[in-house]
């Protein structure tokens, strides 16, 4: 993953702010470990709520919520590094990022799925909520065939990121991605 793209989801988001326009990346924040514990609150809301959907058959709003239960996570991650997002795409490139380089413990497999993709062939959960929520359809039988497993896989993300919120360890955004490149 280039350091360019994470980098640039920061640039973007300053430019956009000495503009006067809302940004559409990623903000140097204070760390907010309340703001963190309030992601994580509504992850787990979340997954009540997917009971509750699966119980009355409205299984066409799964995706969307196991979606937003990662999301959410990441963003409580964020929130501890001081980050402020406006963007699944850079959110994702962040964690990214900040995993490959060592700084956390959190699996692939929850970035992945919160990933946005340019190319057709590249899926993720981004794709799977849309899929389920612009679709006609009510009942999806992939949806309810995978709704144990996807359960598992919000627990996990959830379980992950309070160890990340909850540690000790104090977070910095690495400075490489604050670094403006001097213009030419």
């Known amino acids: 993953m280039a350091i360019d793209s994470v980098k640039e989801c920061f640039a973007g988001a300053l430019k ?6 809302k940004h559409k990346g990623l903000l140097k924040a204070k760390p907010d470990i309340k703001e963190a514990e309030g992601y994580i609150i509504k992850a787990k809301k979340n997954l009540e709520l997917c009971k509750f959907y699966r119980e009355k058959g409205f299984d066409y709003k799964l995706p969307e ?6 999301y959410y996570c ?4 964020l929130s501890k590094f001081g980050v402020e997002s406006r ?5 994702a490139l962040f964690l990214k990022y900040v995993k490959d380089k060592g700084v956390i413990e959190y699996d692939d497999e929850f970035i992945r799925r919160i990933t946005v993709y340019k190319e057709k062939e590249e899926k993720s959960d981004v794709d799977e909520r849309e899929k389920s929520r612009y679709s006609p359809l009510v009942e999806i039988k992939e949806v309810a065939q995978n709704y144990e497993k996807m359960m598992g896989v919000c627990k996990k ?4 990121c309070e160890e990340i919120v909850f540690s000790n360890k104090q977070l910095e955004v690495p400075p490489e991605l604050l670094k403006r490149e001097k213009s030419q």
């Open 16 to 21: 956009d702010e000495s503009k006067g326009r």
């Open 87 to 91: 963007s699944q795409r850079c959110t």
């Open 65 to 70: 919520e196991w979606f937003y239960t990662l």
């Open 74 to 77: 990441a963003l409580a991650i």
């Open 157 to 160: 993300a959830i379980s992950q």
